[in-house]
């Protein structure tokens, strides 16, 4: 194995993204790089280098520096007090600027998601919501990191990175909406943000990002994600109903056309519907192995003038200011 700077990947090489990134259901660990996007992909991880693997590759790899050892994680590694303890950190650095702080929230939570997803257990349930605590409590008193996370675009369509943007929009939007008000528990309403999808880590990883349309059967075992998410936190008892209703119903939509239920309007629960939001802006703006992104601008247009009966508009407003600058 080599290590090779995520600047040097070319088409060719056969990587090993190890078993910090890997997943048995969300991510392919090993694989041919084949086009430019699966680089951008790996590029998006916010990784330094990945191991590539000579003998698999098609391209001579030998001139690259193997240096590097960061790709050496100890046995006894635990991901998510580490990338807790480095949230801490960075958020009470006096030296870096609120931008900069956006991003270092924002690439903590995709490894904290990528965590979870992969391991599910009530003990990286409770690490994970821990820290979206530590980092809602930031989002809510530091408006000018909030601003900069709405402008960060690093997207892809694994489905920790959809978590964490989703994670995101919602806990925005719902400051927006609820302004402080002390009858929303933000922590917990962000932690059903962060896990909306976490019934996804049951549906195997070629339906979720298969280009094309899905088969009946297909699309039937991808509707049972919202199920399958509260059976995971019910049996690792971290449902509550704050959280209950985001994981359960954020694919209802407001004319009736959602699942599972078909539920109408005010029979949504408000905080599904403000992860319903979230959860269809940032569909539209990743890029998936499907379809190309749209720009912020387009997005909110497509979701006014073709989806606006999908959503709550008193809501859908509040979403759009989130993007209007001050
Ligand atoms: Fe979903
Ligand atoms: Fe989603």
Redesign the pocket.
Known sequence: MKSVKVDDLQIGMYVNLGKGLSSNTILEAQFLIQNERQIANIMDQGLESVAVDPARSNVDISDYDDSTTELDVPDDFDPLENIAAGLQETIQDENITPREKAKAVYDHSIQMMKAILQKPSSENILHGKEMIATLVDHILVDDSTAECLTQITSHDFYTYT?SVN?GMYGVLLAKAIYKGAPDHNMKELGAGFFL??LGKCEVPADLINKPGKLTAAEWEMMRMHPTYGERILANSNHLNETIRPIVVQ?HEREDGSGYPSGRKGPHIHEYARICTIA?VYDALTSTRSYKKKLSAIEALRVMKEEMISHFNQEMFGHFVKLFIKH
Do not use: C, Q, R, S
């Open positions: 959809h989703v909306h999808d954020h959860d």
